[in-house]
Structure formats: C-alpha cells, structure tokens
C-alpha cells in the first residue's frame, strides 16, 4: 500500500484525504495545530463522510496529525493542499524536516513550486522534486466538520516540474493519483493555465456592485458573464497567450479548458455549456477568495513576470489596480514578489534554463 501525505485541511485536502483513502492509499492528513481545531470531528474520528462525485461513503483516514515531521517521514510523495498565501509559510516548514527523493505536489501551485525551490536550495536539501497543478484536482465544498461535498473532478489537470528535466518520470509517477494527468513544459506554463484569475477577477471586479448588494444570492456564471464581461475575460486570456508564446510554450484559448464537453474558442458559450458552472452562486462580498486570492496571487503574478520579461499587459494591469481599490490594499504587493519567487531580474533566457535545470 502506498502512503501519501496530505497537507492541509481545508475543502481540497479532505477531498484529497477521503478519495485517495477510499481508492486504497494509506493517507496520513496534517493540519497545522493553529487551524486543527477547525476539524475537530475528523482529528478525535479519524473519519471523513465523502459523497458525490468521488463516491458516497465514510472512510477511515491513517493518520491525521499537527506533526508536520510525523506525518512526511519516510512518505515519497507529499501532497500541499493549501492556499497560495500559505505556500511561503509550507515552503520553509518542509525544507526542515523532507529528504531526498522525496516528491512535493502542490494542488495547486500558481508558481508555488519556484517558492518551495528556493527555501529547499537554501536549507540545502538537494534531491527533491516539485511539482504543481493548474488547478485543484476537485470542485469541492466542506458541508459541515468531517463532511465534504465532491461536485466533480478535473480532468486532464496540468502538472508542471521542477526541474523540467524531471517532468516524464516524475508526471508518470503521480498519474497513479489522479487521471488525466499533462506534462506542461514547466511550472511557470502550468501557472498560466489556471483558469481561475482568468475568469474570476474580470467577472468579480465588473460585477462588484451586484456581489455587495446580492451578499452570495447572485448567479456568478449565469447572471455575471454578459458580452462586456466575456470580452474581458478574453482580453486577459490574449494577453496571457502572448506571455507564454514568449517563452515559446503551447498555448490553448482558455475556452478549451472550461470543460463543457464541446470545443470552442467562445468563453461565453462554453460557460453556458458547463452544468456545474450553472449552480455556483457568490461571491457573497468583496473579500472572497475570488479576490483576495486571484488578485494579488494570480493575475498580478502574471503581470510581474510579463514586465519582468518586456511582455505589455494593460488589461491585467488595469484590473489589478481597481482590485487594490476593492480589497483596499496594494495586490501587487500582497501576493508573491518575484524575488520570493526567486526569479527576480532574470532575462526570459536565463528563466526558461533555470525552469528546466533548478539552476
């Protein structure tokens, strides 16, 4: 039987703790002792009630601990189901206690993995391997302590390395937890193909005055994507395209991702097409998840990097700066710098050599 940490205890990593459970893995669940108290019923239980997508069932979890050391040792493969203001905090927990040959899977990662990079190159733990996902591998909310709701799995999931030298190996030895697992060329391709700061940040920003007045009763996909807002999604969506042909990575229209079942380069149509699109209501208020993590930790990221590397993008720079009037505070300082990073005044060159070897 194969063992698998999970970090963290929000809605991914009970989705993560649960499915990988009932599919026979022996699943050790951390929780930092701050937060654990949260999922009291599971800590005392050791049982999540899984229903929907991944099956209807209550599984037993192995180990459910707020030992980070206890729950990594002698496990190869470490899954980070956490938010991306928490990888920082992750990144340099786990540089003290992983070992070589030990794999680190962010879900996702938003450009994580750069992060969990730098603080294991400096603590100097050399033979670890990073990987991350465009997106959470679940659409999945916690309906109360120790129950969670899995609304449906995404698949194919993108998964980038670090190092991109690693990519086949590593890729082929993470499908055995998830399917439709696809090599992206490296983790900064991965990271811009989420979808998320995509279609949440011009949809949040151009409906904020119905999220304030509606508190969370308010359609997202189905009230908020009229014409105005589709060709603002797709304006960021060009913008993004031209950062990764930049760096001479595949790109896709961010259509193609949106799953509906039907290939098409129409954002609009392929939303509408989505039966799970059609039941999310919310935002309930301007401080969502919707903003204070697709902003500062998505989009803005994205504008950094294009900067960084001479690519114009007015439009994700225009919505950064009227979500810094939204949440109240400067996104492009509250998310991730590229210096923690570790990626700051590298020329487009030097960054796709150092995706590619670590170095």
């Not at 969670?148 to 993470?174: D, H, Q, Y």
């Not at 439709?180 to 998320?196: K, R």
């Not at 995509?198 to 151009?206: F, R, S």
């Amino acid at each position: 039987m194969t063992t698998v940490a999970v970090l963290g205890g929000g809605n991914g990593g009970h989705a993560a703790a649960a499915d990988l459970t009932l599919r026979g893995f022996d699943v050790r669940m951390y929780e930092d002792e701050a937060f654990i108290g949260k999922m009291k019923k599971v800590a005392e239980s050791k049982n999540i009630h899984l229903s929907g997508a991944c099956g209807n069932e209550t599984v037993r979890i192995g180990m459910v601990t707020s030992d980070l050391k206890e729950a990594v040792a002698d496990v190869k493969y470490i899954l980070v189901v956490v938010p991306a203001f928490a990888h920082e905090i992750y990144a340099k927990k786990l540089s003290e206690v992983v070992q070589p040959g030990q794999i680190i899977f962010l879900l996702p990662g938003t450009f994580g993995s750069l992060i969990f990079w730098k603080e294991l190159k400096k603590a100097g733990k050399e033979g670890v391997i990073l990987a991350e996902t465009h997106t959470l591998p679940y659409a999945a909310r916690l309906v109360d302590d120790g129950e969670i709701l899995v609304m449906s799995r995404f698949n194919p999931l993108k998964v980038g390395v670090m190092p991109a030298s690693k990519t086949r190996e590593t890729v082929a030895e993470l499908s055995q937890f998830f399917d439709g697992l696809e090599p992206s060329e490296s983790v900064i391709a991965c990271g811009l193909s989420s979808l998320n700061p995509i279609i949440h940040v011009p949809g949040c920003i151009l409906n904020a005055g119905r999220i304030e007045y509606a508190k969370g009763d308010f359609f997202f996909y189905t009230e908020g994507f009229t014409d105005s807002v589709v060709r603002t999604v797709e304006a960021v969506d060009a913008e993004r395209i031209v950062l990764l042909k930049s760096f001479e990575y595949q790109w896709d229209v961010v259509a193609h991702g949106i799953g509906s079942g039907t290939e098409t380069d129409d954002v609009k149509q392929a939303v509408a097409e989505n039966p799970n699109f059609a039941k999310i209501k919310g935002p309930a208020n301007v401080k969502d998840r919707y903003y204070s993590e697709d902003i500062p930790f998505g989009i803005a990221q994205w504008a950094k990097l294009a900067k960084q590397v001479g690519v114009q993008t007015p439009v994700m720079d225009s919505l950064v700066n009227l979500g810094s009037l939204i949440l109240e505070e400067d996104c492009w300082t509250a998310g991730h710098s590229l210096e923690s990073l570790g990626i700051q005044d590298m020329s487009l060159e030097r960054l796709k050599l150092y995706m590619e070897n670590g170095e």
